[in-house]
Structure formats: structure tokens, C-alpha cells
């Protein structure tokens, strides 16, 4: 057993446990989301329910954008290029499946926001805790897909230097302003 006193989160250094923090970060909003939408009926849009709005939206909006960015742009790419024959047509396919499902996700989202906007500011408005389950669930799905089957072939095909410069290229997006 490898017990710690103080958590640790993982760094740039480690870009695919990075990824995993971030599967772990998106659960909690997620969590945050069923809240509001249980808290709302009785509630109100009360502060602490623009609070949550407004932090999960802050989480999709730039968080979330980071993080399909760091796929799209830098993960698969690299994981393609270092597949060959029958496991780099399956990584494609994959490849193919998760960003289709990012669209989908973000279309999920971008519905999501605009129920979640009013209540930041303090305007009433439904959040529909089934449309809450389905927004999780597909967000589930697709996460299961990355630990389960797109992560562990990384950790097999990705070279040392591969993952300093995905850190790298992870951290330096991070750092620019966002777009807007």
C-alpha cells in the first residue's frame, strides 16, 4: 500500500496522468452540476447557486477547452504517428470516435451554458436534472473510452521525449490568454 499524507498533483512532467487529474476534475464538476440541479427547485437561483454556475462554467469554458485541445492537437497525433499496422487502423478508429464525441459533447455543452448562464446572474431558470444525467453520461462514456483503451495504448507506444514534449506543449497552452 502507498500511502500519503498530502495528495500530490500530478505536472506537466506527467502529461497523461495530467489527463486522468483532469477526467478527476470533471467528475467534481459534474457532481456540481447535480447539485445545482437539485438545489434549484427550492432554492432559487440564490448565490451559492450562481457560484456553482458560474465555476462550472468557468471549468467547461476554459478547463474542458484545454483539455480536448491537448488531445486533438498534441495526444492523438503523437500516438498516431507511433502506431503501425492492425493497432494504429484500431487507434484510428478510436481516434475517429473521440472527436466525433468531443462535438457531440461540445453541442451538450454549449446547451448546458445556456440554461446555466441565467442562473450565474441570478435569473431563475430549469435545469433539468435528466438533461444533467444525459450531459454526465456521455462525459462517462467517453472518459471510460480514454482510461480504458486510449491511455494505456499511450502508455505503451509514447516515448519519453513524446511525453516531455506533450507536457510541454500542455503547459505553454496554459499559458497563453485565452481566446475571446
Known sequence: MNEILIPVSPGFETPLEMVE?????????????????????EHGADRQAQ?????????FDLAAVNHHLDEEEDLFPALLARAEGGVRAHLQTLVDWLLADHQRMFAGWAAMRAVLLPISRG??????????????????RHIEREEGELLPMARILLTEDDQRVLGERMSARRRQPPAG
Open 21 to 41: 487529474a483532469c477526467h478527476e476534475r470533471l467528475h467534481g464538476q459534474l457532481d456540481t452540476l447535480a447539485r445545482l440541479a437539485a438545489w434549484l427547485p
Open 51 to 59: 457560484q456553482a454556475a458560474v465555476a462550472v462554467m468557468r471549468y
Open 123 to 140: 435569473e431563475e431558470a430549469e435545469l433539468d436534472a435528466a438533461d444533467v444525467q444525459a450531459f454526465a453520461e456521455r462525459y462517462q
